[in-house]
C-alpha cells in the first residue's frame, strides 16, 4: 500500500473471514494451511492519524502438495516408503518415475528416480541433530532393486580423478586414490560405525564408455549400466554419480529423448545440477587418461589429473528404515539409527 497524507503506521490480515492479525509490516505468511485448497484472504491498512483504508480481498489456492510423511510412518521400510508414495500419488506429485518399459525413453530397469527442478528428496545422513547441517544433507537419487541411492547434496571438495599405475596416470577406478584413499576411506570413515553399517557394499559397474556428442540419456544408460555395459565392476561402499543418473533427473521423459551434450540447456529443470565442474564415476574407454565430468556447457571429459569437485554416492542397505521428515531441506528424512 501507499500511505497517503499520513503514513501507513499497521497492516492487517485476515484468512477466511478469521480475526484479524495486526503488523507493521507489509508482508505476513500464513501457516498450518493445508495443500491444494482455496482461502480468502483480506487485507487493509491504518495510518497515523487513525484512518483505514478499504479492505482488499483476493482468493489463493495452496500448491497441491504431498510429502513421503503422507503414507511413511516411524520404521517402515524406506525404499517401501518411496516406492509407495509414487504408487499413491504419481509422479506429478511426486516427481518420482517409474522405468518400465512403458515409459518414454525410460532406462526400463524398473527403477525409482527423482527428477524436476527440486524434488522434495532430501535425507540427513550421519547426524541425529535437531537441525540438520548443510554437510549433512543428501539426496535421493532413487530406489534400485530395493536399495535406495544417496548423493551428498553439496561439494565434497576438489579433487583430480587420478590413479597411478606403474608411473603412468590412468583411468582405472578401483586403482586410483580418489575412490581408494579418499572416497572410501577419509570420506567413509568420517561417519561412525552405525552410519557406515547403513551404506551397502555395492558392485559399481566402472567399465565406462566412448564418448559421443549425440547420446542421449537411455544410450549413457546402456553404455555404463544397462544393456551394452562392461563387465567390469568394482565392490565399494563410495562412488560417483554416473552421467546417466544427471541424465535422468532432468525434468520429464520427453526430455530424456535429447541428446546429453548441450545438458545445459536443461540445468534449471535438473535438481542434480549444482552449478560446478563435477567428476562421474564413468571413464573413457577410448582415452585411459580420460574421464566423464560435467561442465557449464555440457557432459564431456576430461584428463584425470584434473581436478573437479566430487559428491559422494552411496546405496544404502535394503533393510534402512524411515523415521520421520517430509523431505525438504529444512524437514529432510530421518533414518531409523539404533
Known amino acids: 500500500a501507499t500511505g497517503g497524507t499520513n503514513n501507513i503506521q499497521t497492516y492487517y490480515y485476515s484468512i477466511n473471514n478469521g480475526a484479524y492479525t495486526s503488523s507493521s509490516s507489509n508482508s505476513y505468511t ?6 491444494g485448497q482455496s482461502y480468502s484472504i483480506r487485507v487493509y491498512v491504518r495510518d497515523t492519524n487513525g484512518i483505514d483504508s478499504n479492505v482488499y480481498t483476493i482468493n489463493a489456492e495452496t500448491e497441491n502438495v504431498v510429502y513421503l510423511a503422507d503414507v511413511c510412518s516411524n520404521g517402515n521400510n ?21 522405468h518400465t518399459a512403458e515409459l518414454e525413453n525410460s532406462t526400463e530397469d524398473n527403477s525409482y528416480r527423482y527428477a524436476g527442478a527440486n524434488p522434495n528428496n532430501y535425507v540427513c545422513f550421519g547426524s541425529t541433530s535437531s537441525t540438520c547441517s548443510n554437510d549433512n544433507l543428501y539426496r535421493i537419487i532413487g ?26 596416470t590412468i583411468n582405472t577406478w578401483s586403482d586410483n586414490s580418489l575412490s581408494t584413499s579418499i572416497l572410501n576411506r577419509t570420506y567413509l570413515s568420517s561417519f561412525g560405525s552405525i552410519w557406515r553399517n547403513l551404506i551397502a557394499t555395492h558392485s559399481w559397474k566402472v567399465g565406462g564408455m566412448s564418448f559421443g556428442y549425440g547420446l542421449s540419456m537411455k544410450q549413457y544408460f546402456n ?25 535422468y533427473a ?43 565430468y560435467g561442465s557449464s556447457t555440457s557432459f564431456t571429459g576430461g584428463d584425470v589429473s584434473e ?9 544404502l ?14 524437514d529432510p528424512i530421518r533414518l531409523s539409527v539404533n
Open 143 to 168: 530406489v534400485f532393486d530395493g536399495e535406495v541411492k544417496l548423493i551428498k547434496s553439496t561439494s565434497y571438495g576438489i579433487y583430480s580423478w587420478s590413479g597411478v599405475s606403474w608411473g603412468t
Open 317 to 330: 542397505s535394503s533393510s534402512v528404515q524411515y523415521s520421520s521428515g517430509s523431505g525438504t531441506s529444512s
Open 78 to 98: 524406506l525404499a517401501s516408503c518411496i516406492t509407495s508414495f509414487y504408487n499413491s500419488y504419481g509422479t506429478d506429485r511426486t516427481n518420482i518415475y517409474y
Open 250 to 292: 532432468v525434468g520429464d521423459s520427453t526430455m530424456w529423448g535429447t541428446s546429453l551434450y548441450g545438458f545445459k540447456d536443461l540445468a534449471s529443470n535438473n535438481w542434480l545440477y549444482i552449478g560446478d565442474n563435477e567428476w562421474s564415476i564413468t571413464r573413457y574407454t577410448s582415452n585411459t587418461t580420460h574421464a566423464f
Open 30 to 35: 500464513f501457516s498450518g494451511l493445508s495443500s
Open 223 to 247: 553404455y555404463e549400466v544397462g544393456a551394452n555395459s562392461s563387465s567390469t565392476t568394482y565392490s565399494a561402499k563410495i562412488g560417483l554419480l554416473y552421467v546417466s543418473d544427471y541424465g
Open 307 to 315: 581436478e573437479q569437485i566430487v559428491r559422494p554416492a552411496f546405496y
